[in-house]
């Protein structure tokens, strides 16, 4: 996909004079695509739960009851909200 995009003078310098100092082969474009790929699966792993979170088992002998507090209302129940 092509795309354009706008860097700012110095920091066009900066890749010019980065790009001039490699081996041929290494474009400006293949650069800004690695930084890119690096930046995305940063914020990528920034918002996943970490491993101790996933691995979490809970804690034995803890039961939470999900009914609690919570109306026992059956399909089909006429409910007057406001009487």
């Given at each position: 996909m092509n795309t354009s995009l706008y860097l700012p003078d110095e920091l066009?310098?900066?890749l010019d004079n980065y790009v001039k100092s490699r081996p041929s082969g290494v474009s400006k474009n293949k650069?800004?695509?690695l930084a890119l790929?690096?930046?995305l699966a940063q914020k990528d792993a920034e918002n996943k739960w970490s491993k101790?979170?996933?691995?979490?088992?809970?804690?034995?002998?803890?039961?939470l009851d999900r009914s609690e507090g919570l109306l026992?209302?059956?399909?089909?129940?006429?409910l007057d909200v406001f009487a």
């Open positions: 066009a310098k900066r650069i800004i695509a790929e690096e930046f101790e979170v996933m691995d979490w088992q809970g804690v034995e002998g803890f039961e026992d209302i059956a399909e089909g129940d006429d």
